[in-house]
């Protein structure tokens, strides 16, 4: 390595929450080697959720499964990564591509969770923890964190972390004011939907009762904010609503926007799904309900959280589609979840 200056190069997770989960072990990577040229690797979206922190001197953009993917992407990238010469890297998500990438980059020092038979492609492998052979969740946080241990990092910090650009927060207060929500009641924004898959979401004629419930007893203001593809969910759950919530469509929030929104609204209610750790990196209120996921990987942090979940012999399942009756989301009623959006707005 260079001196106390080694070159490093870092591959970010792929999922929006896992990527806000890293910021802990990503600072501490940068306090630990101030005098290094950091370079940070992943998706456009993640450059969008993490600027403003300081994390890197080079960002590179990567995604193995955009429009621009296939192998000669691949290698080009990799020959892109040989050229800068990086004495380490830090592989954050557990994807063997994300190894064979830094293999043939030639990074001197690499380290990653052994798994998914990776392990000869790292020269220095983090044994996970396990129980009779089977893989023990732990929180995520921890996890990241393990792995800047690995390369000789004290931790500084094991909160979440994100900042928001002023253009943006001048762009949400304008938004407040278009849509009327400047005159003192509370706003609470609502993320309906769940990229990783249906199991994740909650039932759309119980976000339209809540949305209802919100408006009628606490005189709240509601903003829907759906992901991209999400319109028709969308769409169902404004056609089952008494009341007329208020609605933006995706194309008028990328992340950098959507960061500004959750910090200015005083509680996010939302799917076990990337916004809720938006919300906890701005120390918001937050209201999430989890069906499939186990809450071990997410286990730290929630102070200014309210999970509710359903202990089912069936969940967590981890599945995207559930195979059976949905019972882990449409057990949990509307009206269980108004009182806990109640009770975190007390605290306001």
């Known amino acids: 390595m260079s001196g106390n200056s080694p070159r490093i190069i870092v591959r970010l997770p792929n999922w929006v929450g896992d990527v806000v989960m890293a910021t802990p072990a990503l600072l501490s990577l940068r306090e630990g080697f101030p005098e290094s040229k950091i ?30 993917a296939g192998t000669l992407k691949f290698l080009k990238i ?78 500084t910090t094991d909160h979440p972390r994100l900042e928001v650009h002023e253009e943006d927060m001048r762009w949400a207060e304008e938004r407040w004011e278009s849509l009327g929500f400047k005159d003192g009641s509370p706003v609470v924004a609502i993320t309906p939907g ?52 208020a609605a933006l469509p995706p194309s008028e929030t990328p992340l950098n926007r959507l960061k500004a929104i959750i910090k200015k609204a005083d509680l996010l209610l939302t799917n076990d799904t990337g916004p809720r750790h938006i919300a906890v990196a701005f ?6 309900l989890m069906g499939p996921t186990d809450p071990r990987y997410t286990a730290l942090a929630l102070e200014e959280t309210r999970v509710l979940r359903k202990d089912l012999s069936c969940s967590p399942c981890m599945l995207k589609v559930c195979p059976r009756d949905h019972a882990c989301m449409r ?13 975190m707005l007390k605290g306001l």
């Open 39 to 68: 370079t940070v690797m992943g998706k456009e979206n993640a450059r969008l959720l993490l600027e403003g922190l300081g994390l890197w001197d080079t960002y590179l953009p990567f995604n193995r499964h955009g429009k621009e």
């Open 331 to 343: 057990l949990i009623k509307p009206e269980e979840v108004f009182e806990a959006c109640r009770e």
């Open 283 to 288: 120390r918001r209120p937050v209201v999430v």
């Open 194 to 245: 769940a990229s990783y898959g249906p199991s994740k979401q909650w039932l759309p004629e119980y976000f339209a009762r809540v949305s209802d419930l919100l408006q009628e007893e606490l005189n709240a203001h509601v903003l829907f904010l759906p992901g991209p593809g999400e319109e028709t969910l969308m769409d169902e759950i404004l056609s089952q609503c008494h009341h007329h919530p």
């Open 78 to 155: 990799a020959s892109e990564i040989r050229r800068q010469r990086f004495d380490l890297g830090i592989i954050l998500p557990n994807s063997p591509s994300a190894a064979i990438l830094f293999a043939l980059g030639g990074v001197r020092k690499r380290i990653g969770y052994n798994r998914h038979g990776r392990g000869a492609l790292l020269t220095h492998p983090v044994a996970v923890a396990r129980e009779r052979g089977k893989f023990i969740p732990v929180p995520m946080i921890r996890y990241y964190m393990r792995l800047m241990e690995a390369a000789g990092v004290t931790p």
